[in-house]
């Protein structure tokens, strides 16, 4: 059974199963070689000089891979991609690589105490204060009334403030400067705790947002909060009286939390309960609006105490401090003053159940289980003074974060059963370990870490620069605020802020092992400050909804320029204070130094953490005004021009050149060319402009509270509009710096190129950044587009778009409507709809075109305004008031726009104009548009060489056939209505023409005046298919010949037609071949088919036909009938053998399969089938159709013939015989005598085959016939005629004298069975004969009738044997004495016709 491995915790730059490379390579050379350390920072001397690539002396080879892997393209010889696909493939790649981003679990997972840590005001400084609000004159006023307790704290989210003094509550915007006050003052108790909570839904009216939750020592009242958004970002809120507040009765609320679906938990500073506050709309039988939940002890607890209180009795002083939610995976912490962390799993609806508890033993068993050495700041003198939650969408395996008094964060994993399985969040937890440990910074300045060189190994456990903390907070993806005690002032604050340093751990992770990299700055709050609370401003952080990819601050950076800001509240006032993106710091580095020296030295900084990519794009963004400008109270993006100046320098001289690859022996080709990081940066930098936008709908479809559609822009205008700003920006900078930036010069690149390998990386660098010029067109053009579809009525211009436009418009993305042709043709579709929709309501048409073609270019041609112009003179033409004439000039007018840019209509277009003209009855000219949108569409004629070659599967040319069939598709529904409408009307009235019967001819001279031919043989297909048959039969035209002969060798309808249309034009001859051919075909025909076919070509090539030679026609016939002949001899197999019962039933398809069909070769049919089941007859005439004269094999296959067939009715006569002997009333007919049957199969065979002598030789087969009839009794004792024999040859046509000759050898040979007395037999046949012969000679009447000497001779010599031989027996014949008078008296007939002799008698057939 395998197991799962742990992964082990490599070593930075070890591959532990990679082999040893030879010694011959040394360090330098060595490509995988083991590199356990880094290299330190190259020197100042091996920096690069500026303005040439710095690819030698600024960490070039990381640079490298590291846009490679960001491009992800591999160096290989790629199909070209028009450029915005490629583009596209671009920021595709890049969106992948940023979405990559480790999750928390995988570098939170050492003990650390690295820390970069600044000044705040240093230019690398992580945060930066941006605002200091006061606490207004008339809050301090109130302040000073106090008498009991004063309560303050924020709703950061509201840019609000508060304050209890005693029994009264105030709000005040801190962001206004003489902000209004809003006050509680129905209390009539202390106010002990304020929490702005969600509510719960359908119970408040929908203009709550909030629920604000007022605990005093003896109730909790809900206020419902309205809040609305304000000019400038704010907002402003109300409040609300809900009726709704709880009676305490004995308890206290110190501390409240709430969850996402409304649900409140409190707890008091009595105990560590914690209990719920359920509210509802109404009042209910068994329940009030609101009630109190214990969730820690029921109410039975009272009187039967928990075991654990039994033995050790309920702890005694310890009670909540705080209670924190995570809604991602239902769970609440609570922390106690005893640093105990309670897990408990919210269930629905109104349950809460303790899963997991970990006291400060519990926490200090895992540090000593985690260290391998002691730390002064984690023993049991510390307490755990704050938790936060990390939700599932931050990181599936890390729950909780855990602060101590010491500064050392615990970070900790919860797990359950099914956690090992799945990453599920809906399952409680069952125990918690500890995941990592972050110590306070170090105090010793030669611990610290080095952002510019290699982070020590050693970890300072022994720093108490964060003690004592006071309280901290930690928000997604790693923001943590610590509030340290001054050693001085107990009521003094220091803040002391980090953040991950997300650029150096994204770098790391391509270089070495990942490190949880942070930067940190001491915050100074002011004097004598000491803090009250602090919120998050923003929204929270998450760069994707799942832990990969989420705590990329990097990717989010451009799409959300305010980044995350921080609220703290302190006696003082507000401080905001904003998380400093990349780009800002960016822009501070180089703002602050001095000449290109300090640049260049900052640069190198700068890729020594975060890698060449990201120091380019941050460049770039730099460059394009992007970046803090360094001065309080002005918003990001005004960038001072010499650090744009700077950023500008940097982007063009510091990013490096194309690489071409080596190939391996392959030719190189532009499309192996890897691009710069200066492309890799413009790349990264345009993904994260559009990250947003890229992978969302354009469109959101809902319905209003009325149930009607709406229709509304997934993106919000703004955000679309400050997107576009950023591209155009970008566009600006490009431009302006055309001549200077590799790979946008053009020619110029060129010139400098020094070999081939150089000009095709110049190339390929054009080819990319071009790509991607022309997808920031595409991103802009868009985007005006969408704020244009958004300016007019969304909903009209949707509900005017047929069923699967409106799908494809619900489905749109972003990405589509920029990169891809199926987006930029649905934006056709709309434009196409809002044109129409401006001219129904009055519109100008040019006026609509012209403003759309100046937003969006490219989703408005000047093609397109032609388009929209003809569809102007189409709709006047259909207007009723209209006279025929000047309908008509419009009709040919809009035709004419319409061939004018037939190349640009869509088939959705075409469609449309056609159904109109059909409407309009202006028939030919849809056909005519029909048709030259077809030809424009194939200009090289494509599909008439795909239909010319057979049409071969997967052909590139057939989907110019398709293109063109959908024309022709058109043109057969017009003609359709054409026919419909015919039929409705008389064609001629008074001797003329209707206007119907004159458009249907002006439609068919346009059909048959076409010289496409590929329209034609369409259009006779469709003739076939409509079963219009007699149609196609009766045009006459080349086409339809040339159509017929290239289908009849692949149809079998095809090829029947043609025929007819032959035999039509009396063409017999063309016909027969045609016939002839197609039974020889491999077409499923079946044999009786092919007779049939064999058949009528007989009889077609019999008929004399005008141009044919009579040699030709006489040729064609011989063929015929010798296949004839075969399908014959192949059909009498088949039925013979599907009678056969010896055949298995197993084997009769295979049977069926060879035989019912093509025509066998005769070898074929006589070895595989007639020889091996034994059917003579049909061996004999395989003998003569394939002209065989072997006269021994014919013989031999006659004498089996004549066996087979006396036994076969042998059999048959048996078994009639025992029928009737068991059921004689049901036994039938008697089978007939065997001498019937072989009678019948002497005639078949002479018959068919045309009297041949050596397949029906007489001399051999008369005496065995003859010796069979003797033999087997087949005479008089069965009553039988006894002459059958000679009766059966002379009716076949033999003549006399061959019988008599033959039966005159038999009496002279004397061989068996006629010797002796069977010699009578013969003398009976030969009376017999001879006697018929005399008759027939006597019935002719002709006087010169004689008979030869022989026959007397003959005669005579019979007349002396029966003589002798009087007593005989002739059994089964006539009696002796009737044979001797019937040979006397026919000796007396011959003697009166004997004549001389004649030389050289014939032995012939006659």
Avoid at 1342 to 1349: I, N, T, V
């Amino acid at each position: 059974m395998a197991f799962p491995q742990t992964p082990s915790q490599a070593l930075p730059g070890a591959f532990l199963h990679t082999p040893a490379v030879a010694s011959r390579l040394n360090a330098q050379q060595d490509p995988v070689r083991r590199r356990l350390f880094r290299d330190g920072p190259a020197p100042a001397a091996q920096v690069a000089r500026f303005g040439q690539d710095p690819a030698p002396g600024l960490d070039a080879a990381t640079g490298l891979a590291e846009a490679q892997a960001l491009r992800n393209l591999p160096a290989q010889n790629l199909p070209p991609l028009p450029p915005l696909a490629k583009a596209a493939t671009y920021i595709n790649n890049a969106l992948t690589k940023d979405a990559e981003y480790p999750q928390l679990d995988s570098y939170c997972r050492q003990i650390s105490s690295d820390y970069d840590l600044t000044h705040a005001d240093a230019a690398w400084a992580p945060f930066k204060k941006t605002h200091m609000y006061p606490i207004p004159q008339n809050v301090l006023e109130q302040f000073n009334r106090a008498e009991v307790s004063t309560v303050m704290g924020l709703f950061a989210e509201l840019n609000h403030a508060y304050v209890t003094i005693d029994n009264s509550l105030y709000l005040w915007d801190y962001t206004h400067p003489r902000p209004e006050l809003i006050g509680y003052e129905d209390s009539q108790h202390n106010i002990t705790a304020v929490k702005l909570v969600a509510p719960k839904p359908n119970v408040f009216n929908a203009v709550i947002t909030h629920i604000l939750v007022v605990a005093t020592v003896s109730e909790i009242t809900l206020l419902g909060v309205a809040t609305k958004d304000a000019p400038g970002g704010t907002k402003t809120i109300e409040l609300y009286g809900t009726k709704m507040s709880l009676h305490l009765k004995g308890t206290e609320a110190r501390v409240i939390a709430g969850t996402a679906d409304g649900r409140i938990f409190f707890a008091g500073h009595s105990d560590s309960d914690i209990y719920e506050l359920k509210y509802q709309q109404e009042e209910k039988w068994f329940s009030s609006r609101t009630e109190k939940v214990n969730h820690t002890y029921r109410p039975w607890s009272a009187t039967v105490p928990h075991p654990s209180q039994i033995l050790w009795g309920k702890p005694a002083d310890e009670h909540i401090l705080d209670i924190v939610v995570d809604d991602s995976r239902s769970l609440l912490y609570s922390l106690s003053n005893k640093s105990t962390v309670r897990t408990y799993h919210i269930e629905a609806p109104h349950k809460l159940t303790k899963v997991i508890e970990k006291t400060k033993d519990d926490f200090l068993r895992d540090i000593a289980h985690t260290l391998s050495f002691g730390s002064p700041l984690l023993n049991e003198r510390i307490d755990i003074v704050s938790i936060s939650p990390i939700s599932a969408v931050e990181d599936f395996k890390v729950h909780l974060m855990a602060l101590t008094n010491t500064g050392c964060r615990l970070f900790m994993s919860a797990t359950s059963a099914a956690s090992y399985m799945l990453n599920s969040s809906t399952q409680a937890p069952q125990s918690m370990q500890l995941q990592c440990i972050k110590f306070p910074p170090s105090d010793k300045k030669g611990l610290r870490a080095d952002r510019f060189g290699v982070p020590p190994d050693a970890v300072d456990i022994q720093s108490k620069t964060l003690e004592p903390s006071r309280r901290g907070i930690r928000f997604a993806p790693g923001y943590f605020l610590d509030f340290v005690v001054s050693p001085h002032n107990p009521n003094v604050d220091g803040l002391f802020l980090s953040a991950p340093d997300s650029g150096r751990i994204s770098y790391g992770r391509q270089t070495q092992s990942l490190r949880y990299y942070e930067h940190a700055a001491w915050i100074d709050l002011g004097l004598n400050s000491k803090a009250e609370d602090v919120g998050l401003i923003t929204k929270p952080f998450a760069a994707t909804g799942q832990p990969q990819g989420f705590g990329n601050e990097l990717a989010v950076q451009f799409d959300d320029p305010k980044g995350c800001e921080f609220a703290v509240l302190t006696n003082n006032g507000i401080h905001v204070i904003r998380r400093k993106r990349l780009v800002d710091i960016f822009s501070s580095a180089i703002r602050s130094v001095a000449g290109d020296e300090g640049l260049k030295a900052e640069v190198s900084k700068f890729r020594s953490a975060y890698g060449h990519v990201e120091t380019i794009t941050a460049a770039l963004a730099v460059a394009c005004r992007q970046g803090d400008n360094g001065r309080p109270g002005i918003g990001r993006g005004a960038v001072d021009q010499a650090t744009q100046d700077r950023a500008k320098q940097v982007y063009i001289n510091f990013g490096g050149n194309p690489r071409l690859p080596e190939q391996d022996g392959q030719p190189a080709t532009v499309e192996m060319v890897q691009p710069s990081t200066r492309h890799t940066a413009l790349t990264l930098y345009l993904s994260r402009l559009v990250r947003s936008l890229w992978k969302s709908n354009v469109i959101k479809a809902g319905t209003d509270a009325n149930g009607a559609l709406t229709i509304k822009s997934a993106i919000s205008t703004d955000k679309l509009k400050d997107v576009q700003e950023s591209v155009e920006s970008l566009r600006s900078f490009l431009d302006a710096n055309r001549p200077f930036i590799q790979g946008l010069s053009g020619p110029a690149d060129l010139r400098r190129a020094g070999s081939k390998q150089e000009e095709l990386g110049f190339q390929g660098e054009h080819q990319a950044m071009h790509a991607l010029e022309t997808l920031m067109m595409g991103i802009t053009e868009g985007i005006s587009f969408v704020t244009t579809l958004f300016d007019e009525r969304v909903t009209d211009i949707f509900t005017r778009l047929d069923d699967a436009s409106r799908q494809r418009l619900r489905d749109l993305k972003y990405e589509q409507l920029f990169s891809q042709d199926s987006g930029k043709e649905l934006a056709k579709v709309l434009v196409k709809a809002i044109v129409n929709r401006n001219i129904e309501n009055g519109s100008n048409v040019e006026t609509v075109a012209d403003a759309l073609r100046r937003k969006c270019g490219s989703f408005c041609s000047p093609d397109d305004v032609i388009i929209f112009k003809a569809q102007e003179q189409l709709k006047r033409a259909s207007e009723p008031a209209l006279n025929p004439n000047t309908s008509r000039t419009l009709l040919h007018e809009s035709l004419r726009l319409f061939q004018k840019v037939a190349r640009s209509l869509t088939q959705t277009n075409l469609e449309s104009a056609i159904q109109q003209y059909v409407t309009l009855r202006y028939y030919a000219g849809a056909i005519q548009l029909c048709l030259v949108v077809a030809s424009e569409r194939d200009r090289g004629n494509a599909a008439f060489s795909w239909v010319s070659d057979g049409k071969p599967a997967g052909d590139p040319r057939a989907k110019f056939f398709d293109d063109r069939k959908a024309c022709y598709g058109l043109i057969h529904r017009v003609l359709l209505d054409l026919d419909a409408a015919s039929s409705r009307e008389p064609e001629i009235v008074d001797g003329k023409p209707t206007l119907i019967a004159t458009k249907r001819a002006e439609a068919y001279d346009v059909v048959s005046g076409s010289s496409d031919e590929v329209f034609h043989f369409d259009l006779y297909e469709w003739y076939i298919q409509q079963g219009w048959t007699d149609r196609l039969l009766s045009i006459d035209s080349p086409h339809v010949t040339t159509f017929l002969r290239r289908l009849a060798s692949q149809d079998v309808e095809h090829a029947d037609l043609l025929c007819r249309f032959y035999t039509m034009r009396a063409q017999y001859f063309a016909a027969a071949k045609v016939q002839a051919d197609l039974a020889q075909s491999d077409f499923r025909i079946s044999i009786k088919d092919r007779l049939k076919l064999l058949s009528k070509a007989k009889t077609n090539a019999s008929v004399m036909t005008t141009g044919v030679s009579r040699q030709e026609q006489q040729l064609l016939n011989h063929d015929v009938t010798e296949l004839l002949e075969v399908a014959h001899i192949q059909d009498d197999l088949l039925e013979r053998l599907k009678a056969d019962s010896r055949i298995p039933a197993e084997r009769q398809p295979e049977i069926d399969a060879a035989l019912d069909g093509k025509i066998q070769p005769l070898s074929e049919l006589f070895n595989g089938y007639a020889d091996q089941a034994g059917y003579y007859d049909l061996c004999l005439l395989i003998y003569h159709v394939a002209d065989f004269r072997n006269s021994t094999t014919i013989a031999q296959t006659w004498s089996s013939l004549i066996q087979q067939t006396h036994e076969n009715v042998a059999e048959q006569w048996a078994a009639y015989d025992a029928e009737r002997r068991a059921r004689p009333a049901q036994a039938g007919d008697p089978p007939p005598q065997p001498y019937e049957v072989l009678v019948t199969q002497l005639q078949d065979i002479c018959h068919r085959s045309s009297n041949d002598s050596f397949i029906f030789p007489v001399p051999t087969l008369l005496p065995e016939v003859c010796r069979y009839a003797y033999e087997n009794a087949q005479d008089g004792r069965i009553g039988a005629d006894v002459n059958w024999p000679v009766a059966a040859f002379l009716s076949l046509g033999v003549n006399f004298d061959l019988v008599v000759r033959v039966l005159e050898q038999m009496f002279e040979a004397q061989e068996v069975p006629f010797r002796g007395a069977g010699r009578a037999r013969i003398i009976e046949w030969v009376a017999h004969a001879v006697g018929l012969w005399i008759r027939d000679l006597s019935r002719n009447g002709r006087p010169e009738a004689r008979l030869d000497p022989w026959v007397s001779e003959l005669m005579a010599e019979c007349d002396s044997w029966v003589s002798a031989n009087a007593r005989t027996n002739n059994e089964g014949g006539a009696d002796i004495r009737d044979v001797t008078r019937a040979v006397r008296e026919v000796r007396r007939a011959v003697d009166g016709l004997v004549v001389s002799p004649v030389a050289n008698r014939s032995m012939g057939f006659f």
